[in-house]
């Protein structure tokens, strides 16, 4: 009898819905407030800032998404080969990065500040918090229908906000505010590399391994159960996803390399607002606090359902709609601390938790030709750590503080905060040694 689940195959029009899910799940707080950021920046050094931008905030999320493909599951098989102990601690470090310590709240503060307060005038101490309740009370609810993510998201929301985002996008391209300014020193000396780091900010790869999961769930939902076919489909959602998010930061990039004049030295999730409302007027202002919403609100959702997943996973006593429900409260207490006191915070968390992700992901994809892929796992992670802690003391400032500066300034890329990397290649070329032994 023949196998049912091998010709079983998604329509064009559900391929590109996943495609579009993936892109929405991916498009929220950071995607949106921080490649302005990069424009203003950089100035007149927009091309090569924007290109080291779109390499994190792009091609990493994708290759994370083959790479999930390529293990086969979730983060959970992806860190199967190192100490169990290590790898949940490990993966603790990204669901909390992605989920109630940074990424999720920031979704809730970033659509306050940028889709609510620019129409309120002088708001009460109480409109925030109740705004935030407000989304997340309606993010809990969506991610308590997992199964409906695609329907939901990639079928109705994701098309509402792409027409939304072409309208902005056409808008600043035709009619910038202004020309390229002139970038700032510490861009002007390595423009590509300070793009590179400001697309860590995104977290977009560390959700990349997260979201990967929930692709594969939504393929299986659709009927398809072989695994080549579940493989073959997530890379095509990943392909979508990051042909999208490089449409949109190009765009959201040259807005900020533009905004010299009308939004000059703007905070993070100012500066789009000023510049909308000098391109579009008051309609502009609506448009974006729609864009702005809806996007936060898609990666809500998504960053709720896979961390959902995962502590459910973690504590199977636990009930998945208990956990939703502590996650939002949670969301809701950590977002009213603020978006700028989020973003301070993550950065040093991020900077030394980033060269691992890399490394990991790294590994994932060559796995299938590793004859003992513990080894290679084990070994460029262990070389990598201290100095990946190093980066993360770096960007706290602490490292004066424990007399680490002189070391720190000695070592190779420490002008690019890159001081990670030669030493994870060494980890790695130990660990392909390492194969070659019986």
């Known amino acids: 009898m023949p196998d049912t ?8 029009t559900d391929t590109l819905a996943l495609g579009l899910m993936t892109f929405a799940l991916f498009l929220g707080a950071g995607n949106l407030i921080f490649p302005p950021q990069v424009g203003q920046q950089a100035g007149t050094d927009f091309w090569p800032a924007a290109l080291g931008f779109l390499t994190t905030g792009v091609g990493l999320p994708v290759l994370g998404i083959v790479a999930v493909a390529v293990a086969g599951g979730g983060l959970d098989r992806i860190l199967s080969p190192i100490p169990k102990a290590a790898a949940t601690l490990f993966g603790l470090c990204i669901y909390l990065s992605i989920g109630p310590m940074f990424a999720m709240p920031r979704t809730a503060t970033v659509a306050y500040n940028m889709g609510a307060a620019p129409f309120l005038e002088d708001p009460s101490a109480y409109v925030q918090p109740l705004y935030v309740g407000v989304f997340f009370l309606i993010a809990v609810s969506l991610s308590l229908m997992p199964g409906r993510l695609v329907d939901v998201v990639g079928k109705w929301i994701t098309p509402i906000l792409i027409a939304l985002l072409a309208i902005l996008a056409g808008a600043t391209l035709l009619f910038p505010q202004g020309d390229f300014g002139l970038p700032s020193p510490d861009w002007h000396r390595s423009p590509f590399a300070k793009g ?15 979201f990967g999961i929930l692709i594969t769930n939504a393929i299986r939902n659709k009927g398809i159960e072989a695994p080549a076919r579940i493989t073959r489909y997530t890379l095509s959602a990943g392909a979508i996803a990051g042909v999208c998010l490089a449409a949109v930061y190009l765009p959201l990039a040259f807005m900020g390399a533009t905004s010299h004049e009308v939004a000059p030295n703007a905070e993070s999730g100012a500066l789009i607002p ?19 919403t809806l996007a936060c609100l898609t990666t809500a959702i998504g960053l709720l359902t896979a961390c959902g997943e995962y ?25 009213l601390q603020g978006l700028g006191t989020l973003i301070q915070v993550s950065v040093p968390v991020l900077s030394a938790l980033y060269p691992l992700a890399i490394v990991v992901i790294a590994l994932s994809l060559i796995r299938p030709w590793l004859s003992h892929p513990a080894r290679m796992f084990n070994t460029a992670l262990a070389i990598t750590l201290p100095f990946g802690a190093l980066e993360g003391l770096h960007a706290a400032g602490k490292l004066s503080t424990l007399g680490l500066a ?14 990670w990397l030669l030493p994870a290649l060494v980890g790695i070329g130990l660990g392909l040694a390492l194969q070659r032994r019986a």
């Not at 689940?5 to 064009?12: D, E, G, H, M």
């Not at 391109?279 to 729609?290: K, N």
């Not at 459910?312 to 950590?334: D, E, K, Q, T």
């Open 5 to 12: 689940a091998l010709k079983t195959a998604l329509k064009p």
């Open 311 to 335: 502590f459910n996973r973690l504590m199977p006593a636990v009930p998945y709609r208990v956990i939703i429900v502590a996650l939002g409260i949670s969301g809701i207490a950590v977002a």
């Open 196 to 210: 590179v780091q400001s697309g860590y900010l995104t977290m977009d790869m560390l959700a990349s391994m997260v």
């Open 274 to 292: 000023a510049y909308v409302d000098a391109l579009l007027g008051p309609t502009g202002g609506i448009i974006l606090a729609v864009v702005i």
């Open 406 to 419: 002189s070391m720190y300034e000695a070592l190779p890329l420490s002008d690019d905060q890159t001081v």
